[in-house]
Nanobody
């Protein structure tokens, strides 16, 4: 059974930091690109960051320079380090594996108070 389980969300003040984790099990995830997406209340789910390899990562313009995506292939875990958080970063954050089929986690809530 393939599972992606996010953790690390919570309530933080603007300017603070959080690190999200996505633990993958039941499949081989270290050879497929993996993403973080987020969905704010009343808005569509949007792309945040993508990890393909140590040399290739991509970010949405809104988080570039503040967020860092990384992956630990030994632990089968994807991370999202989020610094200088803003109120607009408030959303449910989802982990996504871009294999075929693709998989989504259940999400973790991040709330940034201004």
């Amino acid at each position: 059974q393939v599972q992606l389980v996010e953790s690390g969300g919570g309530l933080v003040q603007a300017g603070g930091s959080l690190r999200l984790s996505c633990a993958a099990s039941g499949g081989i995830f270290n050879i497929v690109p993996m993403d973080w997406y987020r969905q704010a209340p009343g808005k569509q789910r949007e792309f945040v960051a993508r990890f393909i390899s140590d040399g290739y990562r991509a970010y949405a313009d809104s988080v570039k320079g503040r967020f860092t995506i990384s992956r630990d292939n030994v632990r089968n875990t994807l991370y999202l380090q989020m610094n200088r958080l803003q109120a607009d970063d408030t959303a449910v954050y989802y982990c996504h594996s871009r294999g075929s089929p693709d998989y989504w986690g259940q999400g973790t809530q991040v709330t940034v108070s201004s």
